[in-house]
């Protein structure tokens, strides 16, 4: 059955129209603040992006600013929004124009125009419905607009949120990071009986350990090994559609998915009543960020707020490449800082990738290379073949830039040998370091 022939009750229909009333209210007063300079760029629609087993709509604003390789950003709008309404009246197409990324934006094309976060199909990779289609259109632009598959994001509000929480359980493969504003767990939502609403979730009933929570996401992709999307969370301590208990499970779930801890690596207040918290590290892409507001309702995002996701995205250019793990192709392992490590001078060796955060790196604009969001730079600690490569407080230092060469092979700035698995041994646990280059295998890497 198509998903336009589903039928809803009359109460699934008033919840969704209660779900998007605020976030519509609070979208809207974006619009004036979110004027930018004159684009001939417009919206599109996209009528043939795949099998559609959602039958979304898909709509595509490609900035002229966008260059080739573009990062792509998908938007996922609220219930009762259309892709078109959450272009108009949200900040991220001016933040494209700005900074140069293409924005997708699908539609729910259904009554109450909610997203499917519920069933079975939606909460399986390549399962159907409407998680299936996004990525289609992930796939889409990425193979039809020139984009960069390793950059890509994905953000949305209340029912867009609950969708960007399912995307990245469903596909870490696609999506690098998101940021869900307003919304549940993955899995939180999930119903048998054909209903798209949960009340024991959205009034924030269902509490899991960590684990439990985190082995929904697992179990959503079997065999799946690679990185895992970062999150950032955002919620109002006052939202009377999807309860404020939802942000703490959420945190449970993505902090454990992560493998870090659900004890603040930092705790900040940026504004009045506003709560910041990051996990796993202190910086702007730290693993997972949870934004708390006092006295808020069901209304986010507010003014600025979009801003703050395509930073932590990395998408305003801060951040550098995608995060990912750095792979030594002789042994198909992965540079690994040991046990988690972040002290001062730990070397750094090889090991089986996990796609947690001491094998993710992150190549910045200026020539570092990053580990725990930004926490912690590649550094050689000396200039003589066999110093030993570890890592290091970042301090802008030619000691901890490098090239990242066509040849594969990575050299440091400062003395210009290579990044080298030392012995060319191929075991978990061999150590890296400098040696003068040769373009053996030990010297050969991939990010991503």
């Known amino acids: 059955m198509s998903r336009s022939s589903k039928k809803r009750s009359v109460r699934d229909v008033l919840v969704a129209l209660l779900m998007g009333i605020a976030p519509l209210v609070a979208a809207l007063g974006l619009t004036g603040a979110s ?27 490609k900035p002229d600013s966008a260059p080739a390789r573009a990062p792509v950003l998908v938007a996922v709008h609220y219930c009762t929004g259309t892709g078109p ?24 094309n259904v009554s109450g125009q909610c997203f499917d976060v519920s069933s079975p199909q939606a909460l399986r990779h390549d399962g159907g ?69 949960n009340s024991d979730c959205a009034t924030g009933k269902i509490s899991k350990t960590p684990r439990e929570w985190g082995d929904l996401v697992r179990n959503a992709y079997p065999g799946y090994t690679g990185p895992r999307p ?17 942000f703490g499970e959420e945190i449970k779930q993505w902090t454990d998915v992560l493998g870090v801890s659900r004890t603040p690596a930092s705790t900040d207040s940026p504004e009045s009543g506003w709560t910041r918290t990051r996990y796993g590290a202190t910086g702007t892409q730290a693993p997972v960020e ?4 006092q006295g808020v309702g069901h ?22 490449t995608t995060p990912g793990p ?40 200026a020539g570092q290379l990053t580990v725990y969001g930004g926490a912690k730079c590649l550094d050689a600690t000396g200039t003589a073949a066999g110093a030993a490569v570890a890592i290091w407080d970042c301090n802008g230092g030619t000691n901890q830039r490098w090239n990242l060469n066509p040849d594969g092979t990575v050299t440091s700035v400062r003395s210009g040998l290579c990044l080298d698995v030392t012995g060319a041994s191929t075991a978990n646990g061999a150590r890296v370091g400098l040696w003068g280059c040769h373009g053996g295998g030990n010297q050969q890497w991939r990010l991503g």
């Open 35 to 61: 004027a930018g300079p004159a684009s001939a760029a417009s919206l599109t629609e996209v009528t043939a992006f795949g099998s559609n087993p959602g039958n979304l709509r898909m709509y595509v604003y």
């Open 85 to 108: 309404a959450f272009h108009a009246n949200t900040e991220f197409a001016r933040l494209a124009d700005q900074y140069g990324f293409i924005v997708v934006y699908p539609d729910a």
């Open 129 to 197: 419905s409407d998680p299936t289609s996004i990525a289609q259109m992930v796939r889409y632009t990425v193979q039809n607009m020139n984009a960069d598959a390793r950059r890509v994001y994905v953000t949305g509000a209340s029912s867009g949120a609950m969708t960007t929480n399912v995307l990245l359980g469903t596909y870490p493969d696609l999506f690098k990071a998101g940021a869900a504003f307003s919304g549940v767990p993955f899995g939180c939502f999930a119903t048998t009986n054909g209903s798209g609403w």
């Open 230 to 246: 970062r999150m950032q969370l955002w919620h109002g301590t006052e939202d009377d559609v999807l309860r404020y208990a939802n």
């Open 290 to 293: 949870a934004n708390s507001f």
């Open 299 to 320: 209304t986010l995002p507010a003014r600025g707020m979009a801003a703050r996701a395509i930073a932590f995205f990395g998408l305003d250019g801060s951040g550098g």
């Open 326 to 365: 750095i792979r030594a192709d002789a042994s198909g392992k992965c540079l690994d800082v040991p046990a988690f490590s972040q002290t001062n001078g730990v070397q750094t060796q090889i090991w089986d990738c996990t796609g947690q955060t001491n094998q993710t790196w992150t190549a910045t604009s």
